[in-house]
């Protein structure tokens, strides 16, 4: 018996909950010379900006205990080469795809979403608030729920209504449930978390921070129950509202916690560094265990760590309720 | 592609490690100067990031067999080390711009520094079955850091080995002895693997020379398949617009003059993107 792995994006019906984390998949063609991607739930793209960027000097990555620090700066390609090359590669291979973009003011933010709304392809945007925000001395706009509410507002307001916009949310905020909030009431329809917290290594050998940007998003299984957490707070405060789990995500059963927390979607990135293959691997372990907790649709596991202790699993009295005569 | 491929011998090359691995689909692919990527620490390991390593050999018994070889930097390395016989390995490759061969018969200078001179021999018995004329140039800061110099003996017309400390060969680095290696033997071009700065220097002899000069760069890489955006490097493009564009995917192999060496490590200020926006109307 196969588990329906189907789960929905506000309206949007993705086949199965695993994505691509932003960032993780680069254009996504580097991804596709081990296996179709059609068989992502959905591919999210690295954050788009307006302006072609250079990213960080090197060093940009250090390892640290399960995990890693990164620091690239949203290299990429500019808005105008991804509408030209990237985009319609992926669309006219019919591949789900989130594009993330990235901005340092609401206007940049507002004018790349005006050029994707006519765009053919984006299955949803997912907007990248962890950007420093130029306007207010480099703050990043996620750490402020009205910062990112301007965002949000001001994206929602351009792109077509039936593509849901995705707030993605950073673990180093003082109240992050505030910040989801603010972002949900500015007419954001899916919530996605975490981005990398800030970490810092120190090269004992060379007596200078690691990264050559000194700081850096830590990423990898250390940070799976910071994601869990949050996942948890966001869930518990607005259960309506559709979220995409991501951090550190190794295997089906980290992905089971986001899903039991709340997640209706999970996000994998660093495990891509590791293993090409993650993404299937991680959504097959998903659905074995599923099934072996006797779950026939992913739906019904969706934020079921919630329910009260002692209570029954809502699937599994139907089951009971099903087979009595 | 991934391949679990199980280790066949494992043996101490000097101050450097050779692993041979069964690895039939990446052995069928290899070209010289690709690379794979392993998977260290085992399965439930907290190490995430793979670690590039140099393709030294392929052959085709059991299917198909790599050597890899690489040098003990840290955890992750020195887990690789301790891998014996029978042990498995997981391995993605082979990936990477391979080195160009000339068309027609040349001569060719091949130069290696430290374990980077394991690239080379693949591309020396390339260059060989083509008729190119072949030529040696390796070093490393003592002899016990010269990797390769019996097989290099083997199989050019001749082999110059050079020894920081002056230990083996001539005392100095391998650009001291590159150009008269250029002259004697008339070369048509030169291929060059190594540290970084060695590279820069090579590619300086080379373009004195006026020849061409391929060069395999060796960057930290944390995923190896070009996702990560971690390994990237200044390099002039056809158009003469300057980029960061990653080691793995674009790389290893470039040619030497489009490298801006004196800049890897920062964001030059007219490279494509740059913060400032030197080239920001371009694109």
């Not at chain 1, 991607?37 to 990213?55: D, K, N, Q």
């Not at chain 1, 505030?178 to 990398?196: E, H, K, Q, T």
């Not at chain 1, 007596?207 to 799976?224: E, F, H, M, N, Q």
């Not at chain 2, 990477?96 to 018995?125: Q, T, W």
Request: proline fraction near 6%; glycine fraction near 10%.
């Amino acid at each position: 018996m196969s588990v329906d792995m189907r789960t929905f994006l506000a309206h949007v019906e993705l086949g199965n909950p695993i994505t691509t984390a932003a960032g993780c998949a680069s254009s996504g063609r580097e991804l596709a010379q081990f296996f179709d991607l059609h068989r992502l739930g959905a591919l999210t793209t690295r954050s788009i900006t307006m302006a072609p960027r250079a990213g960080r000097p090197t060093p940009r990555m250090a390892e640290t205990p399960s995990g890693m620090l990164n620091a690239v700066g949203l290299q990429g390609p500019g808005i105008e080469a991804f509408l030209e090359r990237e985009l319609p590669w992926l669309a006219q291979r019919g591949i789900k795809t989130i594009v993330s973009i990235g901005g340092g003011t609401v206007a940049e933010y507002s004018e790349l979403a005006r050029r994707l709304a006519d765009a053919p392809g984006v299955t949803a945007l997912e907007v990248n608030l962890s950007c420093p925000n130029i306007e207010d001395r480099g703050r990043v706009f996620a750490r402020e729920g009205s910062a990112a509410a301007e965002v949000i507002a001001s994206v929602r307001s351009i792109m077509r209504y039936d593509v849901p916009v995705v707030a993605k949310l950073a673990p180093d905020v003082a109240d992050i449930v505030a910040v989801a909030r603010a972002c949900v009431d500015a007419g954001a329809d899916a919530l996605s978390m975490i981005n990398n917290p800030l970490g810092m290594a120190i090269d004992t050998r060379t007596l200078r921070p690691s990264l050559a940007a000194v700081t850096g998003g830590l990423s990898g299984p250390a940070i799976l129950p910071l994601a869990v957490r949050c996942v948890w707070q966001v869930h518990a405060a607005l259960p309506g509202v559709p979220l995409i789990g991501i951090g550190g995500v190794m295997t089906g059963k980290d992905a089971f916690q986001l899903i039991l927390a709340g997640a209706c979607a999970v996000g994998v990135g660093t495990a891509l560094f590791h293993d090409p293959y993650a993404c299937l691997r991680i959504e097959r372990e998903l659905e074995d265990l599923l099934r072996a907790r006797g779950f026939q649709r992913l739906a019904d596991a969706v934020g079921l760590a919630h329910r009260p202790p002692g209570s029954a699993p809502r699937h599994l009295l139907v089951d009971t309720e099903e087979s009595s005569p | 592609m991934q391949v679990t491929g199980t280790v066949l011998t494992t043996r101490r090359v000097d101050a450097y490690h050779a692993l041979t691995v069964v690895a039939p689909g990446i052995a069928e692919r290899y070209r010289p100067g690709h690379f794979v990527s392993v998977a260290v620490g085992g399965a439930h390991t907290s190490m995430v990031t793979r670690r590039a390593l140099s393709i030294h050999d392929v052959k085709s018994d059991y299917g198909g067999t790599v050597e890899l070889v690489f040098t003990v930097r840290g955890p992750g390395t020195a887990w690789l080390a301790e891998r014996r016989a029978r042990d498995t390995l997981d391995l993605v490759g082979p990936f990477g711009r391979p080195f160009p061969l000339p068309r027609d018969p040349a001569h060719c200078v091949l130069v290696g520094a430290e374990y980077g001179s394991a690239v080379l021999f693949p591309l020396a018995d390339a260059l060989l079955a083509r008729g190119c004329r072949v030529d040696f140039v390796l070093g490393g800061a003592s002899a016990d850091r010269v990797f390769g110099a019996m097989r290099a003996r083997r199989i050019a017309e001749t082999t110059t080995l050079t020894t920081e400390d002056g230990s083996l060969g001539l005392r100095g680095r391998v650009t001291d002895a590159l150009p008269s290696v250029i002259a004697d033997t008339r070369a048509d071009a030169v291929y060059a693997c190594g540290p970084m700065e060695t590279l820069r220097a090579v590619t300086a002899v080379a373009m004195e020379f006026d020849i061409p000069v391929q060069v395999a760069v060796e960057e930290a890489m944390a995923c190896g398949i070009g996702v990560c955006m971690t390994c990237v490097i200044p390099v002039i493009g056809d158009d003469g617009v300057t980029r960061m564009v990653r080691a793995c995917a674009e790389g290893p192999v470039f040619r030497g003059e489009r490298v801006r060496f004196e800049d890897v490590g920062t964001i030059p200020f007219d490279a494509l993107g740059a913060p400032g926006g030197g080239a920001r109307h371009v694109g």
